[in-house]
């Protein structure tokens, strides 16, 4: 990826700030904007939850903002709950080995953490790498920028996640966080879901450093380890379609929202 | 499923269409309207179409109107029509063999043919049978009804779907039909289909009379013949998580919106 700074980079204190609130309460979950706009933000929206959308890149331009207003409104926490609804009384409805075996495989970013407040700041998923010079208001992906974030270690919890983290550990099922982020960053990572109220899970498994390999392949592989250790995976969420695809998936599957960006 | 008359067949023509044309103009695609009746019926319909509702049985109560104003207002067709441009898209990016074996399934229920005008007098989902001492307006899914509207042949295509459809055959694309629908149906199925212009077809596979499978297995099975009789199930088009589900799915599927029914 590249590293984009400059313009803005130099815009961002004083834009990013009164550019989302001033929005919020005109739309609240974003609706029929996109509609107006020539793009069907809404039905973009259900076709990349649906994984009819694959492969995308970014958001489309006309959608940026309805991205911001509803990862920012209350339809993100609203529809996030609803899947955490579900995934509870799945797991109540477990009659379990009660070996120590039972686990709930928990992807991290957007999952267990959330990394909107960088997101917020440097733009809804929307490349400015290609369209800067017609959009400054917009921020690039920036991985140096983005790592910054993330070796700050304050991203916080994403409550409906918590919360069936919580009842998971309560009823027996043992969390075992699965994640693209890498092995140098696992004291900051545990420092981080420490601090937002995570605790008794069973194993971290971070992706060792320089393997090249893409996210279904790493992660059905190391779900297939979990397998092989003798653990059952009763339960599996994540907030890309990669986290949940691929042999074996886990007993039941759960995918939160997440229009910001795909990970193949 | 029991055949239920009485008091709602006495009520249908007093009360379905007001009901129906009366909402319409109220809400539009329905928004929010069911957060606040208690159950967010936009986030249930998300979760529907994400897989992370399972094995539901009704529509909740509070989400029967939602469900009616979305199928008849403009965002189910705009729904549909994201997903059939993402499948033109896919279709068209294909190097084909060119020697005829390229096929694409389709499914017909709410996917090739609309059973719209029969729901829109008989309820949106919500199971009467259950709670019709409570709610006497809403309709019950009738088994004998329901074979009475598929007899009669009238079911309009799905615009995107047809779309799709004429497509592929421009393509090169042979389209084979996979249905729930048993062999008894396929006089008014083809007559039904022919009439919505649906032509040039390769397969019509409809199920024999007796067979008791559920639809992922009924339908991943017979896809495994269609690959074992030499074709290329290149995409694979439902309502249904269960006719895109299963080995061999097709190497890509989409699905299509559908918050009236599950089929597991």
Known sequence: ??????VAEHLEEEVAAPLIHALRPVLGSGGELGSRAGVPCDSWRLAVEAYNKRDWKTVPAECESYVGHYMLGEQYRRDSRVVVDEAIAYAQSLKLA?????????????????????????????????????????RPYNATSFNGYVLD?????LPETKRLFKKLVSLGIKPVFLTGRTEDQRAITVKNLRRQGYSGWEKLLLKPLGVKVAAVAYKSGERQKLQDAGYVIVGNIGDQWSDILGAPEGARTFKLPDPMYYIG
Chains 1, 2 share one sequence.
């Not at 700041?121 to 290609?130: A, L, N, P, Q, S």
């Not at 270690?153 to 919890?157: E, K, R």
């Open 1 to 6: 990826m590249p590293t984009v700074h400059t």
């Open 98 to 138: 009660g070996n120590g075996k039972d686990v709930w495989v928990f992807d991290i970013d957007e999952t267990s953490l959330s990394n909107l407040p960088y997101y917020a700041t440097h733009g809804f998923g929307y490349d400015v790498v290609t369209f800067m010079h017609a959009f400054l208001k917009s």
């Open 153 to 157: 270690g304050s991203a916080p919890a």
